[in-house]
């Protein structure tokens, strides 16, 4: 029962806005709301899957990819480098593009596909109390820059070439094109789960 509990988690990641035919999500707009399970995940990533997606800042394109996941990344104070690479394994094995079936039959590494990477310590946003989001549970800058950095170095050993990112703590704009919609939320806290459920 603990270990079902501990795999559900609860987001929504960020203000979405449709401007001709794309997504546009404002990452400085109000924070999702984590739901009952704050201090019971681990270093999280929202995955959308699209058909183009680029990020801004102060106006200028910093990344653009074209088909591919665009994964919005937020780091926990309890996060170690493991949780990193677990995700990235992860990220580039999850079976969410179509095969010639039409069917969510195959990964990125399989697909061709590309990524953008962002850094949003928004999606440790806590709105069970008040009005105001608490990030308590959101790691420090020095220690989320140097997980974040580790988990994209993770990603470009995996899909050399293929691997765009924003710009850490800056003010960024994303704007996609969803394809689906497709929309995957992952918490690293599953591997602890499951190593414990092996015991």
Same mark, same amino acid.
């Given at each position: 029962m603990r270990a079902r509990a501990l795999e559900t988690s609860y987001i929504n990641a960020g203000t979405t806005e449709q401007i001709a035919g794309f997504t546009r999500l404002a990452l400085w707009a109000a924070p999702p709301c984590a739901g009952h399970l704050v201090n019971n995940t681990r270093m999280r990533v929202v995955l959308q899957r699209v058909k183009q997606a680029s990020v801004t800042v102060s106006g200028d394109l910093v990344g653009a990819i074209g088909a591919g996941l665009a994964v919005l990344v937020g780091v926990n104070r309890s996060d170690t480098r493991e949780d990193a690479v677990w995700l990235a394994e992860k990220v580039v094995n999850l079976r969410v593009f179509p095969d010639d079936g039409g069917r969510m039959n195959r990964s990125l590494l399989e697909s061709g596909g590309e990524l953008l990477v962002i850094s949003q310590f928004t999606l440790y946003g806590d709105c069970r109390k008040g009005r105001r989001p608490d990030f308590t549970e959101a790691a420090p800058p020095e220690?989320?820059?140097?997980?974040?950095?580790?988990?994209?170095?993770? !990603?470009?050993?995996?899909?050399?070439?293929? @691997? #765009?990112?924003?710009?850490?703590?800056?003010?960024?704009? !994303?704007?996609?094109?969803?394809?689906?919609? @497709? #929309?995957l939320v992952c918490d690293s806290i599953k591997r602890l789960v499951k190593t414990e459920n092996s015991k």
């Open positions: 220690q989320a820059r140097n997980l974040y950095d580790y988990f994209v170095e993770q !990603l470009r050993a995996r899909v050399p070439n293929h @691997v #765009t990112t924003g710009v850490f703590q800056a003010h960024m704009e !994303l704007s996609l094109t969803n394809d689906g919609p @497709v #929309t």
